[in-house]
């Protein structure tokens, strides 16, 4: 079970230690449900994962498994159209969470900030109070997802059975 709050945010913060950072490129096979792909590039090397996700909003059931850089470009086609990019930053909070921020598609009209914290618990997320910097929480709001966006900004293509 994955659980997560989310907000929209200004930008990157500073003042806070930085814990990781990567670019990632993501598509979505379906949005209902969700089936994305993603590219994570970090100095560690290259990570490709195939992902579902479940329904719900602070929590749902994902389910990741590693695929071959090979699979991941197979699978890009199925998407119809060019994969979100993801402009990725993890930074400690005081309280030990970690503040994963990412700027989607940097550079386009529709480009954003947004943020994420994950929990272990549905208890720990009730009791997490947000630093003030982070902004309008979209955490409930079914509208607010990737996989929302990616019907937003891409619209969906057929494709030949």
Known sequence: MEIERKW???G?????????EAQVWQGYIATRPVVR????VRAQGDRYV???????TLAREEIETDISQEL???LTVFTGQDLVTKDYRAYALPGGEIL????????RPTSFYYAEVEFPTIEAAHAFTPPDFLGDEKTESGSFSMSAYWIATRGTKERDA
Do not use: N, Q, Y
């Open 8 to 10: 929209l945010i200004d």
């Open 12 to 20: 990157f913060p500073t003042g806070l230690p930085l814990v990781r």
């Open 37 to 40: 792909i993603r590219r994570t």
């Open 50 to 56: 195939l992902c579902f996700k479940g329904a719900g």
């Open 72 to 74: 991941f470009e197979k």
């Open 100 to 107: 994963e921020v990412s700027l989607v598609d940097a550079g």
